[in-house]
């Protein structure tokens, strides 16, 4: 089956929680611990997330660069893209309200929901 393209409007949209994740995680970390490892914590957590978010790609995934460091089947990717998105809400809500977290739930679930031609693919291959 054929990698299915893309709208530049759904990888902007996809982009905006990639990185809402990130900022979410460091910031969660921030303020649930204390002393030097606060810091380590605001870094690592953040910093794990995203090496995992970058290495572990599906070969040929239009949402991506197309290229894989580590080729992992889709169901993977997915299971690693939700887990870090679905954290990263989490910690959006811990760090800033459940109405906070609610809405990039929402702009999740509305990413996957129009990108769904995506994840067949990942599930199918």
């Given at each position: 089956?054929?990698?299915?393209?893309?709208?530049?409007?759904?990888?902007?949209?996809?982009?905006?929680?990639?990185?809402?994740?990130?900022?979410?995680?460091?910031?969660?970390?921030w303020q649930s611990?204390?002393?030097?490892?606060?810091?380590?914590?605001?870094?690592?957590?953040?910093?794990?997330?995203?090496?995992?978010?970058?290495?572990?790609?599906?070969?040929?995934?239009?949402?991506?660069?197309?290229?894989?460091?580590?080729?992992?089947?889709?169901?993977?990717?997915?299971?690693?893209?939700l887990t870090i998105?679905?954290?990263?809400?989490?910690?959006?809500?811990?760090?800033?309200?459940?109405?906070?977290?609610?809405?990039?739930?929402?702009?999740?679930?509305?990413?996957?929901?129009?990108?769904?031609?995506?994840?067949?693919?990942?599930?199918?291959?």
């Amino acid at each position: 089956m054929n990698p299915p393209e893309m709208a530049g409007w759904n990888l902007l949209l996809r982009f905006a929680p990639e990185i809402g994740a990130l900022v979410g995680l460091g910031v969660a970390a921030w303020q649930s611990t204390d002393g030097p490892v606060r810091w380590i914590a605001t870094i690592a957590v953040p910093l794990v997330a995203a090496i995992l978010w970058g290495t572990f790609n599906v070969l040929n995934d239009p949402s991506r660069s197309g290229e894989a460091a580590i080729e992992v089947p889709g169901w993977l990717r997915l299971a690693i893209e939700l887990t870090i998105l679905g954290s990263g809400g989490v910690a959006i809500g811990m760090a800033w309200g459940p109405a906070a977290g609610v809405a990039f739930a929402t702009a999740i679930v509305f990413h996957y929901a129009t990108s769904w031609s995506r994840i067949h693919w990942l599930l199918s291959g």
